[in-house]
């Protein structure tokens, strides 16, 4: 089981950046996948964005493809989400979740990850 540790959340205006982090008790040699989520109040827990930690490959929901970039420090088994022009909507509780690779066609599918961390507050305000 990995051990996920999120930091980073915080209160922003519209239009603002900002960084989350996502600390994991492991990688292995042939990577993980690594996905970020978040979950609104009354609403699901939606995908987000993912990266083989092995390949570096990326992925990314439609919404926030283009404001969004997912990467990773290897050396810290860290990954990183950067989030720039935030908009109101992007509210939620962000959360890294973790599985083995490769993440393909269900990367946005929390009941494909097994492993969670305890969730880092994002509120963006008009």
């Known amino acids: 089981q990995v051990q996920l540790v999120e930091s980073g959340g915080d209160s922003v205006q519209a239009g603002g950046s900002l960084r989350i982090s996502c600390a994991a008790s492991e990688y292995s040699a042939s990577g993980i996948c690594m996905g970020w989520f978040r979950q609104a109040p009354g609403k699901g827990r939606e995908g987000v964005a993912a990266i083989n930690t092995g390949s570096g490959y990326t992925f990314y929901a439609g919404s926030v493809k283009g404001r969004f970039t997912i990467s990773q420090d290897t050396p810290k088994s860290t990954v990183y989400l950067q989030m720039n022009s935030l908009k109101p909507e992007d509210t939620a509780m962000y959360y890294c979740?973790?599985?083995?690779?490769?993440?393909?066609?269900?990367?946005?599918?929390?009941?494909?990850?097994?492993?969670w961390g305890q969730g880092t507050q994002v509120t963006v305000s008009a």
């Open positions: 979740a973790a599985r083995g690779p490769p993440c393909g066609g269900t990367w946005d599918l929390p009941q494909y990850f097994p492993d």
